[in-house]
């Protein structure tokens, strides 16, 4: 193709830039387009592969069919293969109909299959089948029906990774990859940046009514070196924060002001009230740890507090001998002298500043310190098994009160029904 025809190929789907990566990748889905080819487009999130999809489709003889795209990473694992293959009535619970799939409405057409690195096995073995003969069984069925549609995939992670590591089938990865497409990242497209950029603000400016903002050459050599790690979608983010937030459209934007909007100050960069770590391991601050210490030991001195008080309030009660006589195993640790109970100090001076040399002693209550940690390892033993417990026996009675019917059940739990079904399963829960 020459460049007349990329560049009314660009026109025609808005795509901005002229970097050699990115007018390769449109030759290739031209080229493509016209035939019935598998193409898979790779590329980083962000990077703008849905718009190649479209390119593929509206240029090819399937043009006046349906076009449909699907993010498989969207879709819970235990729908995704009613969703694109469709099912029978009665072929799970709810559902109450037949219902066609994505495959079988869009016969003729093309699906656009993004994020197909999380499609799961069992699904991926249903796409190997309809890619090799155009057959496929809706869920629930055995009746083969046959469809004639194009697949265009698409993915942001390294495919062939997620075979090495048992992921994704290596036959579909090899059916899908007949054409491969790389969409390049925006930090590679060079001057490309510029061109978005202006295009993005004068948008904005429009859309907000107000003057489309400038760079001056510094910002400029900014914005073309930075990395963008979110892609377009980033760039056209800081472009709108940009024309919203500066008032002072008549100087251009500086480069101090674009690293504004470039490098945000992130909440988890900011300097805590309190440090917890100091990261010096000679023992010479406080940890979370031993906080967490102060904390038992001011609760179990409290305790022990309340304890005495209430003793001596029913040894003056009529009838408190009474209670103490049926409750001497709770009040029989008072008996004996209660041992002192050390805890650390923290001066407020300290809260506020860098930790100072001082240190504290925790071997002076080392032994009430072990004594805790095991209170609290049986506890959480404990507590996690009746949590267990508990999630199991809301799921039961979710599932009943809304007849089995897993989409209702998930809705009344505040979960997806994908995490639904797959506590299901790790609870052994009969439906």
């Not at 493509?32 to 479209?54: M, R």
């Not at 796409?127 to 194009?150: A, D, H, P």
């Not at 002072?248 to 909007?261: A, G, Q």
């Amino acid at each position: 193709m020459d460049s007349s025809e990329i560049q009314a190929i660009k026109n025609r789907f808005g795509i901005i830039g002229n970097s050699s990566g990115l007018n390769h990748a449109i030759n290739v889905a031209v080229q493509v387009a016209a035939t019935d080819l598998t193409v898979l487009i790779t590329g980083e999130s962000g990077s703008g592969k849905e718009s190649f999809s479209k390119i593929i489709h509206s240029i090819s003889a399937r043009k006046h069919g349906p076009f449909i795209a699907i993010n498989c990473g969207a879709i819970p694992e235990g729908t995704i293969d009613s969703e694109l293959f469709g099912h029978e009535k009665g072929a799970f619970t709810g559902a109450l109909d037949a219902r066609k799939g994505y495959f079988e409405t869009t016969n003729s057409g093309t699906i656009f299959l993004d994020e197909v690195g999380e499609m799961p096995l069992g699904t991926q073995a249903r796409l190997l089948r309809v890619l090799e003969n155009g057959e496929y069984i809706r869920v629930g069925s055995s009746k083969v029906l046959k469809t004639n549609v194009r697949v265009v995939a698409a993915t942001n992670v390294n495919l062939l990774d997620a075979v090495n590591n048992g992921k994704f089938r290596e036959d579909l990865y090899y059916r899908l990859n007949t054409v491969p497409i790389y969409v390049p990242p925006l930090r590679d497209r060079g001057e490309d940046i510029l061109l978005l950029f202006r295009k993005f603000t004068n948008d904005f400016s429009e859309r907000y009514r107000t003057k489309p903002v400038r760079l001056d050459a510094e910002a400029r050599d900014l914005l073309v070196q930075y990395s963008f790690p979110g892609n377009i979608r980033q760039l056209k983010n800081i472009a709108e924060q940009i024309t919203i937030l500066e008032t002072d459209k008549e100087l251009p934007i500086s480069v101090e002001t674009l690293n504004h909007y470039l490098n945000p100050v992130q909440p988890s960069s900011r300097r805590a009230l309190v440090p917890l770590r100091s990261g010096d391991d000679n023992g010479t601050s406080f940890s979370e740890r031993e906080l967490l210490y102060k904390v038992l030991f001011d609760m179990r001195r409290d305790m022990t507090e309340l304890k005495k008080l209430v003793r001596n309030v029913l040894e003056n009660e009529k009838h408190g001998g009474d209670i103490l006589k049926d409750h001497q195993e709770l009040f029989s640790s008072l008996n004996t002298v209660e041992p002192m109970i050390t805890t650390p100090t923290i001066e407020p001076a300290r809260l506020l500043s860098q930790p100072s040399s001082r240190t504290v002693d925790l071997d002076r209550y080392s032994e009430e310190r072990d004594e805790i940690e095991d209170v609290m390892h049986v506890t959480a033993e404990e507590e996690s098994l009746s949590l267990e417990d508990k999630e199991k026996e809301m799921i039961i009675k979710a599932l009943r009160k809304n007849n089995n019917k897993r989409k209702y059940a998930a809705n009344a739990l505040g979960i997806s029904e994908r995490t639904l079904y797959r506590k299901i399963k790790q609870y052994d829960i009969e439906e």
